[in-house]
């Protein structure tokens, strides 16, 4: 059944990023995250769940997974400080429905001499598990290191190490000052590295959720990728679309000033919204039929009173008022033409203000309607039917961040 899961999901995936049409520009500079993003996949395909150590200088990541190998891979050494450079060691694991683990050590983050810590804090995080290391309480470092990780719905394990240094009672106190500096509503469990202890943890808990694990890192890299191109298209079709709200505008503003004929006017106008719209929707990758592009129209019209009675009622009087001057300026030997030029312009300012606004109003409407027209991978993790508060509580955060941090209608013209 799990088995058929992970292949679901991966053709789903996969059959996701082959339907992105991206551009050469998008290439470049989205390079590193399509990157990482086929890597996962691959390791998606092969079932290999890649586990990352992280933690200050001197706490014995290294040895840590040295003593999951039960082999020196992994360099250790009394200067704090020996690991420079992520290494990666494979993991075979018997009866294991995954084929293999990939264990990643890292450098301290605190230590002063690597260069680019942010570059292997990203690199870690892409692990579909994260094994905190530390030798004693929790400090404001460490927890605000855990803290990122969590936001970004990182599933993590906290390992205690080196526990020959403290006594039993000590122990006891340490660990319940971790848990009560950890977040309360998650399940963070805290492991002691005794003996055979942590390898016996570790392998019961990727027998049970490691490819629930591997299958949700690969649609939240996925996601993470799909709203770094959505973001870049959004800032890039806001130009387009703030330069023909203004095109639609200056055409407007022209034939209302000019037009003294109250019925040609109002036509007229409703012309040019329906094509502003008409236009706004190719902008946003929507395909709106004629119907649909006057249903917008009129939603707007209705929902926003004051920009219908702008258009239509102030336009009508500023036009009849326009008809009485042209009528009465054979009367007048043309003095009453004075009036006509101010009107017009008023009239103008009026059509500019009142296309904007419609341009704003439709470009949100659009954009909120083309969602429904693409996939997007955290659907895929929304509909996968599991209630295990170990693993999606986790998840479940980073959804919050991501809803709070995304909200491209600040995007829109």
Not at 5 to 16: A, E
Not at 150 to 161: A, F, P
Not at 171 to 197: R, T, Y
Not at 271 to 290: H, M, N, P, Q, V
Request: hydrophobic share 40%.
């Amino acid at each position: 059944m799990n088995q058929l899961k992970i292949n679901k999901n991966y053709l789903l995936l996969k059959n996701w990023w082959d339907n992105i049409d991206l551009t050469n520009y998008e290439k470049s500079i989205f390079n590193k995250e399509i990157i990482s993003f086929n890597q996962q996949l691959f390791r998606l395909k092969e079932k290999k769940i890649r586990i990352g150590a992280y933690g200050k200088s001197g706490v014995g990541k290294s040895s840590v997974l040295n003593s999951l190998l039960k082999k020196d891979i992994f360099k250790t050494n009394i200067i704090n400080g020996t690991t420079r450079k992520i290494q990666a060691e494979s993991w075979t694991l018997k009866d294991q429905k995954l084929s293999t683990v990939e264990l990643l050590d890292s450098p301290g983050f605190d230590f002063c001499n690597i260069k680019s810590p942010d570059n292997f804090y990203s690199y870690i995080n892409h692990s579909d598990l994260i094994l905190f290391i530390v030798s004693g309480d929790l400090n404001r470092n460490e927890l605000s290191e855990i803290s990122s990780f969590v936001k970004d719905g990182k599933k993590i394990i906290v390992i205690l190490n080196k526990i020959d240094l403290f006594k039993e009672i000590e122990l006891k106190e340490i660990i319940e000052n971790i848990k009560c500096k950890l977040p309360k509503d998650l399940n963070i469990p805290i492991i002691i590295n005794n003996k055979s202890n942590l390898k016996n943890y570790i392998t019961k808990f990727i027998n049970q959720y490691g490819e629930t694990l591997l299958t949700l890192n690969s649609i939240q890299l996925a996601d993470k990728l799909f709203l770094r191109i959505k973001e870049q298209r959004l800032k890039r079709r806001q130009k387009l679309a703030q330069s023909t709200i203004g095109k639609f505008s200056t055409i407007k503003a022209s034939a209302v000033a000019l037009n003294p004929f109250i019925l040609f006017d109002i036509a007229g106008s409703f012309a040019l919204d329906t094509a502003l719209i008409s236009e706004l929707s190719k902008i946003y990758g929507l395909k709106l039929k004629g119907e649909s592009t006057r249903k917008i129209f009129k939603n707007i019209s209705i929902n926003n009173l004051c920009l219908g009675v702008t258009q239509v009622g102030i336009n009508t009087s500023f036009n009849l008022i326009k008809k009485i001057i042209l009528l009465t300026a054979p009367f007048t030997n043309g003095l009453s033409l004075l009036p006509y030029g101010p009107i017009a312009i008023i009239q103008a300012a009026i059509a500019i203000h009142s296309t904007k606004i419609l341009g704003k109003l439709a470009a949100k409407e659009i954009f909120i309607r083309s969602k429904a027209s693409f996939i997007e991978p955290a659907i895929m993790i929304k509909n996968m039917t599991s209630n295990d508060p170990e693993i999606f509580n986790h998840i479940n955060i980073y959804f919050s961040n991501r809803n709070l941090n995304n909200n491209f209608i600040s995007i829109l013209p």
